[in-house]
């Protein structure tokens, strides 16, 4: 065996090697953080437990804790002041129902169920915030199966993600995000009403042209494709297609995996008006009849714009239209009020 082979074969074994070490550094902090996770919720269990038994709860409890801080603290020097114990505490309040991602166990020839943390603590530092249980559960569950860190959990709850895909469910199908998060199975699951821009920098009515939108969302693409969500990549932009020697252009073009459809997004900057749902009806035509594949699944539009009215997209679409959506979009993160009294609008 020559020298340049041996060479080959020492950089594929170093390669495979890198590979497995990097993986297994990756599952030693993994465990390390799920076993803190595990460690807190139990000293939390305990001080619970304990302030039970006391006769003045919220005296009792705060000395308790202020007690135990000092001597974990001349134990263990760091990670034990009252502050963290206190969030301890609430740590496990908040997660004691099982309202957490959890597995069936059979433990004594019985199925019982275990809470699982599968984030980090900072994680759970963030869901803490959330008082409704339904809406923390989402987050919990989207944060697992998207691999969100922090900084991406946090964005999305800051704008809203949970109360915009309510606002885009039917009210028996709401719950469903609670249980499993949001679920990609329908053209009309990937919409959401509004779509957040706030990472594009422009201010509320600030002026701009489609075109600086556009270069704004490109520029931020990871942004634009978190905000999208599940299963979408980026394709193209200002797609050219052409016939009767006129060209036209669409203004972004993603696939989504999980719908295995090409999704078309048009800009406007102003309000919505019946021209623009028909020039989408076109570009979602041309790709269903001339790129999409036999296998692929039909082409989905979105028109992204300041503003719209809602009987003008009903009485222009088909009724049983499920390719064409028209959303508002804002460049500013809305307050968590302002979506609420839209909920109780359309829940009414």
């Not at 550094?25 to 939390?44: E, L, P, Q, S």
């Not at 019982?112 to 869901?127: D, G, N, P």
């Not at 959330?130 to 809406?135: F, K, L, V």
């Amino acid at each position: 065996m020559n020298l340049d082979k041996i060479d080959k074969i020492s950089d594929n074994l170093f390669i495979q090697a890198v590979d497995l070490i990097e993986t297994a550094k990756r599952n030693i902090v993994r465990n390390v953080n799920n076993n803190m996770v595990h460690t807190y919720f139990g000293i939390g269990k305990m001080i619970v437990e304990e302030e039970q038994n006391g006769e003045l709860r919220a005296e009792y409890g705060t000395q308790l804790m202020k007690n135990l801080s000092v001597k974990l603290l001349n134990r263990y020097k760091t990670g034990y002041s009252q502050r963290n114990i206190e969030q301890m505490r609430q740590f496990y309040i908040a997660f004691t129902k099982a309202q957490t991602v959890s597995a069936e166990l059979v433990e004594d020839n019985k199925t019982v169920k275990k809470i699982e943390f599968q984030l980090s603590w900072s994680h759970y530092l963030l869901l803490m915030r959330i008082q409704d249980t339904d809406e923390r559960k989402f987050y919990e569950i989207e944060s697992i199966t998207n691999g969100w860190g922090v900084r991406e959990l946090k964005r999305q709850f800051e704008s809203a993600l949970y109360q915009r895909l309510v606002l885009s469910k039917y009210k028996d199908s709401i719950k469903q995000l609670a249980r499993q998060g949001q679920i990609i199975e329908n053209s009309d699951d990937i919409i959401k009403e509004p779509y957040i821009l706030e990472f594009t920098g422009f201010p509320e009515h600030a002026t701009y042209s489609e075109n600086e939108l556009e270069n704004a969302l490109i520029n931020k693409l990871e942004h634009f494709l978190l905000e999208l969500g599940k299963g979408f990549t980026y394709v193209a932009r200002q797609k050219r297609f052409s016939f009767d020697e006129r060209h036209f252009y669409i203004d972004l073009v993603f696939y989504n995996r999980l719908l295995r459809c090409f999704v078309l997004i048009d800009l406007k900057i102003g309000d919505l008006k019946h021209q623009d749902i028909g020039q989408m009806q076109m570009y979602v035509n041309y790709y269903d009849r001339y790129v999409k594949l036999p296998e692929e699944n039909k082409t989905v539009g979105i028109i992204l714009c300041r503003d719209k009215s809602d009987i003008l997209v009903e009485i222009t679409l088909p009724t049983d239209n499920d390719q064409i959506f028209a959303s508002r979009y804002q460049t500013v993160l809305p307050s968590k009020e302002e979506l609420k009294q839209l909920i109780e609008i359309q829940n009414q």
